[in-house]
T-cell receptor
Framework: NAGVMQNPRHLVRRRGQEARLRCSPM?????VYWYRQLPEEGLKFMVY????????ESGMPKERFSAEFPKEGPSILRIQQVVRGDSAAYFC??????????FGPGTRLLVL | QKEVEQNSGPLSVPEGAIASLNCTYS??????FFWYRQYSGKSPELIMS????GDKEDGRFTAQLNKASQYVSLLIRDSQPSDSATYLC????????????FGGGTRLMVKP
């Protein structure tokens, strides 16, 4: 009865490095959503994926950010050439594609 | 631009009192509404969802929705210090994206 899993929980990167954030949805869920929460700000939608498909990436920055949800394995949010402004909490949520989304514990990214 | 607005607070109430949290939304197409609770440094936790006009009660929590006024509220009866957290209001539209649009959250402080 595991919930949404994310790893790592904390990630420290230097400017210019790559960050890879992983999300495993709840059992039976095939829809994954990524949100970002900047310090002292609300949650902002980034991308919505189903297995092997990006459904909505309207919240993704145009450069350096990408996401995938392969047929096997977790969903990956990839940030290339990180900058200090990328420091934030990144939350993954999963669902059946219906109304309710359940959030994982988040990955706190710190860019030095 | 679809927006969800909340008073950032802090809203301070004494233990045992009723806490009233409010939220307005701009997109008349929004169909579903959610209240999440987020403790500092933790992930959002779903408290309630509401889809129809009127009240929905779950234990000490009551969600209220008025689509004509584009207004959602959450009442917490018999507030406890453990209810002290940030409460996030979220709206989901009727498009295929399924994404949630979050307000900035209201910080609630329940004083013993």
């Amino acid at each position: 009865n595991a919930g949404v899993m994310q790893n790592p929980r904390h990630l420290v990167r230097r400017r210019g490095q790559e960050a890879r954030l992983r999300c495993s949805p709840m059992k039976g869920h095939s829809h994954v959503y990524w949100y970002r929460q900047l310090p002292e700000e609300g949650l902002k939608f980034m991308v919505y994926l189903q297995k092997e498909n990006i459904i909505d990436e309207s919240g993704m920055p145009k450069e350096r950010f990408s996401a995938e949800f392969p047929k096997e394995g977790p969903s990956i949010l990839r940030i290339q050439q990180v900058v200090r402004g990328d420091s934030a909490a990144y939350f993954c949520a999963s669902g059946y594609g219906g109304e309710t989304q359940y959030f994982g514990p988040g990955t706190r990214l710190l860019v030095l | 631009q679809k927006e969800v607005e909340q008073n950032s607070g802090p809203l301070s109430v004494p233990e045992g009192a009723i806490a009233s949290l409010n939220c307005t939304y701009s997109d008349r197409g929004s169909q579903s509404f959610f209240w999440y609770r987020q403790y500092s440094g933790k992930s959002p936790e779903l408290i309630m969802s509401i889809y129809s006009n009127g009240d929905k009660e779950d234990g000490r929590f009551t969600a209220q929705l008025n689509k004509a006024s584009q207004y959602v509220s959450l009442l917490i009866r018999d507030s406890q210090p453990s209810d002290s957290a940030t409460y996030l209001c979220a709206a989901r539209g009727d498009n295929a994206g399924n994404m949630l649009t979050f307000g900035g959250g209201t910080r609630l402080m329940v004083k013993p």
